[in-house]
């Protein structure tokens, strides 16, 4: 009998080393993980849109020529699809001053 109770000993202190050992071993490298900062989360940037055009009224200074380029300028957006017939006829009301 005191040949088992000796192995079980052993094998008990075998088994609380390894734990303890192991114990140890995870902490350091769970401060280690903790230590190391991630690196910052990489996103596009936001995309960069235009302004919608301003179109001044007719009444300020707004020569036959600028009208006419505006409304050339209107309807290529219109035809681009950047506008809508909506959008295009209150944009066109508001050039033409009325």
Sequence with gaps: MPGLLRG???TALVAGTAT???NRVSRRQAGR???EEPPPPQ???PPQYAPPPQYAPAGEGAGAGDTI???RELGELRSQGVLTEQEFADQKRRILGG
């Design 20 to 22: 303890a050992v192991s």
């Design 8 to 10: 079980l000993a052993r």
């Design 33 to 35: 993980w903790a230590a």
């Design 43 to 45: 996103y596009a940037p």
């Design 69 to 71: 380029a505006q409304l």
